[in-house]
């Protein structure tokens, strides 16, 4: 059964520090990934997509995809406390429904 | 913008009571979904929807029914609410069919079972 793997579970670091949150997936033909954020109490709001091997640079965020390593990332360059949240990194090649990781706390210390 | 809505925005219900979770989205997305999220889970797919009169089991559907009236509306339905179906409430629309789409959330419905 296809699955999604994010770590770590919890993550504090100050302000300006640069972020790393990494999820590994199961199925070597998944090919589109997105990674959701969450604000306490808030709902999930897509952050970012990635397609295709490589890099995708938006601001200070950044998606890594290395489908050969079932593996894909995001980081967070400059890190500000409105960074805080639960990140949720999802593949969404499934032909019925997106399957989500558990997710990783982000706290950014001012 | 996609537009998700759901109500009510928090429930507290009886054991044994039945409990209605309605939510409505504007985009005219075909598919669309109920998830509950509690901590150290994440979000669990319960139902979801391809379009009006469809409803299918998702990872987590016993206890659970689910209506899908028309494009925009889709509701989930306990039955029969127990202590352990007490979480918050997402509903979603969009995504899915392997296209890569963006998922669109609603606001989220806190449900209490006592």
């Known amino acids: 059964q296809q699955n999604v793997q994010q770590s770590p579970e919890s993550l504090i670091v100050p302000e300006g520090a640069r972020t790393s949150l990494n999820c590994t997936f199961s199925?070597?033909?998944?090919?589109y990934f997105w990674w959701y954020r969450q604000h306490s109490g808030k709902a999930p709001k897509a952050l970012m997509?990635?397609?295709?091997?490589g890099e995708k640079e938006e601001g200070r965020f950044t998606i890594h995809l290395n489908k050969a390593s079932l593996h894909f990332s995001l980081h967070i360059r400059d890190s500000q406390p409105s960074d805080s949240a639960l990140y949720l990194c999802a593949d969404d090649t499934n032909a019925y429904k997106v399957i989500f990781g558990k997710g990783t706390h982000l706290h950014v210390l001012p | 913008e996609a537009a998700v809505t759901q109500s009510p925005r928090n429930k507290v219900a009886v054991t044994g009571g039945k409990v209605t979770l309605s939510c409505n989205q504007t985009n005219n997305h075909n598919n669309m979904y109920w998830y509950r999220q509690d901590t150290g889970h994440g979000l669990r797919l319960i139902h979801y929807s391809y379009g009006a009169g469809s409803t299918e089991k998702g990872d987590i559907p016993d206890g659970y029914k689910a209506s899908r009236p028309s494009q925009e509306n889709f509701s989930l339905i306990l039955e029969l609410a127990t202590p352990s179906q007490t979480s918050v409430y997402f509903c979603a629309s969009g995504g899915g069919l392997g296209g890569g789409a963006e998922q669109f959330f609603g606001p989220g419905t806190r449900l209490t079972v006592l």
């Open positions: 199925d070597s033909a998944s090919q």
């Open positions: 997509s990635i397609f295709s091997n």
